[in-house]
Nanobody
Framework: QVQLVESGGGLVQPGGSLRLSCAVSRSNLRFDPMGWYRQAPGKQRELVAIITSGDSTNYADSVKGRFTISRDNAKNTVYLQMNSLKPEDTAVYYC?????????WGQGTQVTVSS
């Protein structure tokens, strides 16, 4: 059984920062890639950022220069550092990890950017 435990969401003012974490159980497995998606009300789920085991990264254009994805392979954890947050970043953020035979999703964590 693979479980993803997300944390770090919350309410923040525009221009503020948050750091999301996603800890994955089953440390004996190598998940590749690991990433974050988000879904705003009334919109489709979209890719935010992904990172491979070799630390190659890919970002949505809307977050480039503001968000940074990283991973700690020893802890089987992926992080998303979000800076200069904007109201349009408001969404439920989901952790996503892949094994060769399937993918797994976290339960989601709410990020709200509002003054």
């Amino acid at each position: 059984q693979v479980q993803l435990v997300e944390s770090g969401g919350g309410l923040v003012q525009p221009g503020g920062s948050l750091r999301l974490s996603c800890a994955v159980s089953r440390s004996n497995l190598r998940f590749d890639p690991m990433g974050w998606y988000r879904q705003a009300p009334g919109k489709q789920r979209e890719l935010v950022a992904i990172i491979t085991s070799g630390d190659s990264t890919n970002y949505a254009d809307s977050v480039k220069g503001r968000f940074t994805i990283s991973r700690d392979n020893a802890k089987n954890t992926v992080y998303l550092q979000m800076n200069s947050l904007k109201p349009e970043d408001t969404a439920v953020y989901y952790c996503n990890v892949h094994l060769p035979w399937r993918e797994y999703w976290g339960q989601g964590t709410q990020v709200t950017v509002s003054s």
